[in-house]
T-cell receptor, first 111, second 114 residues
Framework: DAKTTQPPSMDCAEGRAANLPCNHS???????VYWYRQIHSQGPQYIIH???NNETNEMASLIITEDRKSSTLILPHATLRDTAVYYC????????????FGTGTRLAVRP | KAGVTQTPRYLIKTRGQQVTLSCSPI?????VSWYQQTPGQGLQFLFE???????NKGNFPGRFSGRQFSNSRSEMNVSTLELGDSALYLC?????????????FGEGSWLTVV
C-alpha cells in the first residue's frame, strides 16, 4: 500500500472549514484513500473513502486530485467536537482489510 | 444496527499470564481485523480473518494469535504477557466486497500488564 504523508498538526476556528491535506504520490490505480479520526484514544471513527472521484457524505467531503497523488479532507463547518487526530490511509482492498496507519494530523478547533 | 462490539473494555493482567479478547463484528460482516495501539508505536495491524482463515498478518511475535468462528466473531489471544503488551487493542470489521469496503472499528479493549 502507498505511503501517505500528512502535516503533524493544524488548527482552525470553530465554524470555519477545516481542510486537511494528504500526500500519496506513489498511490496505485486500485488503491482507495480512506480517512479516519480518533478522539481521546477511542476507536477510530470512519469518515469517508474514495478511489478517483470526489466524495461527500454527512460528515465531510473528500477531494482527490486528478493525478490521484494527493487528497484533501474537508470538514465544512468545524466544531469543537471535531478536535481529533485524523488519519489518511491508502488501501488496496482486494488484498484484504489491512489498514496502515501513520502518525496522522492533530486538528485543534479553536473557539 | 449494532456496531463492532469488543469485550472486555478494560482488564489488568500480570506478566506471564495470558489474555483473550473478544470481538463481535457488525451483523453480516465477514472480515475481522485486529490492531494494537500504544503511545510509542501508534496503531499497528496485528492480523485479519475472513471466513475463519487468517488472510493477513502483521509483524508481531507468535505470542499474539487469533481465530475467527463460523459466525464471524473473533478472538485474539496474547500468551506470556509482557509489560510492553499494555495497549489499546482494536477490532474492525467490514463486508469485504473487495471494492471500497467501509471498515468500522470498535471502541477497543484496554489491557494493562503489571
Amino acid at each position: 500500500d502507498a505511503k501517505t504523508t500528512q502535516p503533524p498538526s493544524m488548527d482552525c476556528a470553530e465554524g470555519r472549514a477545516a481542510n486537511l491535506p494528504c500526500n500519496h504520490s506513489t498511490i496505485s490505480g486500485n488503491e482507495y484513500v480512506y480517512w479516519y479520526r480518533q478522539i481521546h484514544s477511542q476507536g477510530p471513527q470512519y469518515i469517508i473513502h474514495g478511489l478517483k472521484n470526489n466524495e461527500t457524505n454527512e460528515m465531510a467531503s473528500l477531494i482527490i486530485t486528478e493525478d490521484r497523488k494527493s487528497s484533501t479532507l474537508i470538514l465544512p463547518h468545524a466544531t469543537l467536537r471535531d478536535t481529533a487526530v485524523y488519519y489518511c490511509i491508502a488501501l488496496i482492498q482486494s488484498s484484504g482489510d489491512k489498514l496502515t496507519f501513520g502518525t496522522g494530523t492533530r486538528l485543534a478547533v479553536r473557539p | 444496527k449494532a456496531g463492532v462490539t469488543q469485550t472486555p473494555r478494560y482488564l489488568i493482567k500480570t506478566r506471564g499470564q495470558q489474555v483473550t479478547l473478544s470481538c463481535s463484528p457488525i451483523s453480516g460482516h465477514r472480515s475481522v481485523s485486529w490492531y494494537q495501539q500504544t503511545p510509542g508505536q501508534g496503531l499497528q495491524f496485528l492480523f485479519e480473518y475472513f471466513s475463519e482463515t487468517q488472510r493477513n498478518k502483521g509483524n508481531f511475535p507468535g505470542r499474539f494469535s487469533g481465530r475467527q468462528f463460523s459466525n464471524s466473531r473473533s478472538e485474539m489471544n496474547v500468551s506470556t504477557l509482557e509489560l510492553g503488551d499494555s495497549a489499546l487493542y482494536l477490532c474492525a470489521s467490514s463486508l469485504d466486497t473487495g471494492h471500497g469496503n467501509t471498515i468500522y472499528f470498535g471502541e477497543g479493549s484496554w489491557l494493562t500488564v503489571v
